[in-house]
């Protein structure tokens, strides 16, 4: 386990999982710059305002971070949003700003950071993604096909950048207590009506019962310190536990049926 005070850099750090990552590595001793499109203050880390979106925005904080620090060890890309609703209720544009954030905005701080990591010969990239990367969610659906590509790129990348010393990792999250909140599709259908609230009503109890983001920021920890981090770590509770094993085992016509009852999908 490495003791070397190192240079991380967070997006989306003002609240839930980025917020936890960065108190938790800066107590740790760790130098964290996080970046959120709010900005803010904190005590205990430098907060400055990102917008993932923005290639300027990007490249302007990760050139203040290099500017202060002199490197970059770590990065976490963890900016995300949710778009709740039917599949077919989401327009191109719901999609298109889902995967701004989600996917090109990953694609836009890790191509600002890796020059720099490859000059120095090593790092590591830690991208937050989901449970629902790895399976299809209800009502969730364009949210879990921004994290399959996700888990795609960050896959492939780990190919090609583990010859210069930088190693990229997945985190998986199940249902993780932050509060977010999925944004309505713009193009409500009735046929959905009735279903799509009890499928709501699901994930609002999960969420509730969900650990705290604290979780996650114990599993980056653990990917910062290994000598040789792997693709994938898991955060799970309770039965989702059983999810990655389920994927490998049982055929995909037990795994819908199984996620139909989860959800109380109609037949």
């Known amino acids: 386990m490495t003791m070397t005070p190192l240079v991380i850099l967070i997006t989306g750090a003002s609240r839930g999982i980025g917020l936890a990552c960065a108190e ?97 010969g090593g790092g590591r990239i830690i991208n937050i993604s989901s449970l629902a990367g790895r399976v299809g969610v209800p009502y969730l659906g364009l949210y879990a096909a921004s994290k399959h590509a996700l888990e ?43 279903e799509r609230e009890r499928v709501n009503a699901v994930h609002d109890a999960n969420m509730r019962d969900a650990p705290p983001p604290q979780r996650v920021a114990y599993v980056v920890e653990r990917i910062i310190n290994a000598r040789r981090p792997r693709l994938r770590y898991t955060v799970t509770h309770g039965g989702e536990r059983l999810v990655p094993l389920a994927l490998r085992i049982l055929p995909d016509s037990w795994l819908e049926a199984l996620a139909r009852r989860i959800y109380r999908l109609e037949r």
Do not use: C, K
């Open 24 to 120: 938790h590595l800066a107590a740790r001793g760790h130098r964290v710059f996080g970046g959120s499109r709010t900005g803010g203050e904190h005590a205990a880390f430098t907060l400055s305002r990102l917008d993932v979106r923005d290639e300027d925005s990007v490249r302007e904080w990760v050139a203040n971070a290099l500017e202060q620090a002199g490197r970059i060890d770590v990065l976490i890309n963890n900016a995300g949003i949710s778009l709740a609703g039917a599949v077919e209720e989401a327009s191109a544009e719901d999609a298109w700003a889902l995967f701004d954030t989600n996917l090109f905005g990953v694609i836009r701080a890790t191509n600002a950071v890796l020059p720099h990591m490859r000059v120095d």
């Open 152 to 194: 795609g790129y960050s896959a492939t990348l780990r190919y090609e950048v583990r010859r210069f010393g930088v190693y990229v990792s997945l985190v998986e999250p199940g249902d993780i207590h932050t509060g977010i909140t999925g944004t309505p599709t713009s193009n409500p259908q009735t046929a959905y009506d009735g």
